[in-house]
């Protein structure tokens, strides 16, 4: 059993930055390809980001892509989410989650879920 944990959310004025990580236990961290998801009030949780088990791998949202950069660290058992130029339109909770699937944005692929942390960013 896989558990995660997220953390680095908090409240930012758009145009501003937070990096999330997200802290895996409980598996052999390689094994998984990692994702980062988000969901707002009254919305769909939609993926954000994936990496690969080795971290060369990358895929993102369009509505991220240039502004937001995943990578993992397999030593220390954690992915991480560099977050830039946020919009408030990226105000959400977000996840991580681990897959024995590829880095893929379907989260029916994604076993194992943390439980969220949020980002508030203010106009």
């Known amino acids: 059993q896989v558990q995660l944990v997220e953390s680095g959310g908090g409240l930012v004025q758009a145009g501003g930055s937070l990096r999330l990580s997200c802290a895996a236990s409980g598996g052999t961290f390689i094994s998984y390809a990692m994702g980062w998801f988000r969901q707002a009030p009254g919305s769909e949780r939609e993926s954000v980001a994936a990496i690969g088990r080795s971290g060369r791998n990358t895929r993102y949202a369009e509505s991220v892509k240039g502004r937001f950069t995943i990578s993992r660290d397999n030593a220390k058992n954690t992915v991480y989410l560099q977050m830039t130029s946020l919009k408030p339109e990226d105000t959400a909770v977000y996840y991580c989650?681990?897959?024995?699937?590829?880095?893929?944005?379907?989260?029916?692929?994604?076993?194992?879920w943390g439980q969220g942390t949020q980002v508030t960013v203010s106009s």
């Open positions: 989650a681990a897959t024995y699937s590829d880095y893929s944005f379907d989260p029916a692929r994604y076993a194992y």
